[in-house]
């Protein structure tokens, strides 16, 4: 079995051999964000930690020359920014990857759900009344070492080649990408998961992969990027430390639905460090919404 969905703490990838995988994509838990993971994490520096631990793996696990994208931001708690973003290039590159390319995602305006604090300043139009309300995240690319480009065939590398057409009218050549997020809205199947949209992953991976490679995301969430891994004849690797987003994830890899069209198969296994979080997770951000 290929595609594999295993959840437990993505510290310890035990059930990965070293090498074995061609590329990560992922975002990691936006720390202690309010609307989404208030107190997930005791403190910063546990954070950090669990951050380095992950980085660990990743090293491990991925091979030689290979890329690890992690899509963060810095998070703003309490009128407070957290370095999210220079941290994590700090963690990766004392890990020994080569830190590559920083791409930026920048959202659509009007469709941003958590800081709107730029009317401070129509309230208040004074110097120091300044706050502005955040497009943006960070797509940061590491690579593990140089790559062999010898060692890929030229049937692999004619199956996954890039249509270039697609990048130079989507301007995939920039390092600034316009994609519209997973929206807001109401009962959507990523509600309090904060998921990325499949347009991430999808021009990742086709950037950075060859059909029949093993794609990992080490905080999987709702199941993005093992979707569109799928659906672009690669296999994916997925851990996920909550336990309650087991049917969201199958919801959105088609697993146990009948269809027509033929999904894949997947294993999925279940450790005993798992844990139970987005019930308490979601209590915690109605009630600091009704403390507003
Ligand atoms: C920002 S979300 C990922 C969303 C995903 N990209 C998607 O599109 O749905 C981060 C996920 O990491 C999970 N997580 C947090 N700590 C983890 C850990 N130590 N090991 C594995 N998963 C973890 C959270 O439960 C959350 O679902």
């Known amino acids: 079995m290929t ?17 074995s995988i061609h590329l990560v994509v992922t975002s990691p838990p936006y720390f202690n964000a309010p609307f989404d993971y208030p107190d997930l994490f005791e403190s910063y520096e546990q954070f950090l930690n669990v951050m380095k631990n992950v980085a660990n ?9 290979r890329i690890a994208a992690f899509v963060c931001d810095d ?23 080569k ?30 009344y300044y706050y502005p309300d955040n497009l943006q995240e960070s797509i940061l690319i590491f690579q593990n070492g140089d790559f062999d480009y010898k060692s890929i065939s030229q049937r692999k590398k004619q199956l996954s080649k890039i249509d270039i057409k697609q990048y130079q009218r989507e301007k995939w050549f920039l390092n600034v990408w316009y994609i519209t997020n997973v929206l807001p809205i109401n009962n959507r199947l990523e509600k309090g998961i904060a998921a990325f949209p499949e347009e991430i992953p999808r021009r990742l991976i086709k950037l950075f992969s060859f059909k029949g490679e093993t794609v990992l995301d080490p905080f999987l969430g709702s199941g993005t990027t093992l ?3 799928n659906e672009l004849g690669r296999n994916g690797i ?15 890899l088609g697993i146990n ?36």
Do not use: C
């Open 75 to 97: 998070t703003l708690i309490n009128g407070e920014k957290y370095p999210v973003v220079a941290d994590i290039i700090k963690i990766f590159t004392e890990q020994g990857f």
């Open 57 to 65: 793996e990743i090293k491990r696990v991925l091979a030689k020359g």
């Open 227 to 229: 979707k569109v891994a």
């Open 238 to 252: 997925g851990y996920e430390i909550d336990a309650e987003l087991l049917k969201v994830i199958k919801e959105k």
């Open 257 to 292: 639905q009948t269809k027509l069209v033929k999904t894949p198969s997947y294993e999925i296994i279940m450790r005993d460090d798992k844990k139970y979080l987005r019930t308490t997770l979601q209590n915690r951000v109605k009630n600091n919404n009704k403390s507003r």
């Open 99 to 128: 830190y590559r390319e920083r791409i930026t995602w920048v959202k659509p305006e009007g469709y941003i759900r958590i800081s709107r604090r730029s009317g401070v300043l129509i309230q208040h139009p004074y110097p120091m």
């Open 3 to 19: 595609n594999k969905i295993i959840f437990g703490d993505a510290q310890n990838m035990k059930e990965l051999e070293d090498s």
